[in-house]
């Protein structure tokens, strides 16, 4: 019988762990599972990461607002089924915090969150976080279907757009201050690139 974890420490970094063990987890730091591996999550994002993140929120909003798709911000659980296996929480592998995250099928969404991939996923680079966004987030948002994945650099001031295309993700060009994002799968999801950088 599972037992309730309240410090994180009585877990073995190099175990594997479901979305079963996840809900039995009272500690105070924020962690993801990604493919039943646990990764801590940063204790609270910088001024600018909130920045970034409020700014996009108020771009991604304008063009959701009263439609039949729903904007989500960090913390929201989107959990990630292994699909070989049934959807019981036992085979929930991966639950991940996106910054922010578009779902227009409503059907995917419970109280929990997010059960099945979002639509839209935004991350913001942190000195602490990059590699797991560009490389393990990467894979597995491509893996699991989201239709469009958007990396954010505060550091580089850019914005890198990945678009899902026969189970691939296909990089279009960086977007620097001076460009305008236009999203690929939402086309009226359009803004110039240097309101998200305070310019």
């Keep these: ?11 073995d970094p190099k175990g594997n762990y479901t979305y079963a063990d996840y809900l039995l987890w009272q ?5 993801e ?10 204790p ?9 993140s409020w700014a996009l929120a108020r771009q991604i909003d304008k063009v959701f607002h009263k439609t039949s798709c729903r904007m989500y911000a960090a913390p929201f659980d989107v959990r990630l ?26 059907d995917k969404l419970d109280e929990k969150g997010c059960l099945g991939s979002p639509d839209l996923i935004v991350e913001i680079l942190s000195p602490g976080n990059s590699n797991k966004e560009m490389d393990l987030k990467f894979d597995l948002y491509q893996e699991n279907g989201v239709k469009e994945y958007w990396i954010v650099n505060p550091m580089q001031k850019t914005i890198f757009i990945y678009v899902l295309e026969n189970n691939k993700y296909i990089g279009l060009k960086p977007l620097t201050e001076s460009n305008t994002l236009e999203s690929v799968v939402f086309p009226k999801l359009k803004f110039r690139v240097k309101q998200i950088f305070g310019v």
């Design 81 to 106: 089924v292994n699909y070989k296996n049934s959807t019981l929480d036992s085979q929930i592998i991966s639950v991940i915090q996106p910054d922010l995250c578009v779902i227009c099928d409503l």
């Design 1 to 11: 019988m599972s037992t309730v974890v309240t410090n994180i420490n009585q877990l």
């Design 33 to 42: 599972l990604i493919k039943g591996k646990i990764f801590k999550m940063s």
């Design 44 to 52: 609270a994002p910088s001024r600018t990461h909130q920045d970034i």
């Design 27 to 31: 500690f105070s730091e924020r962690v």
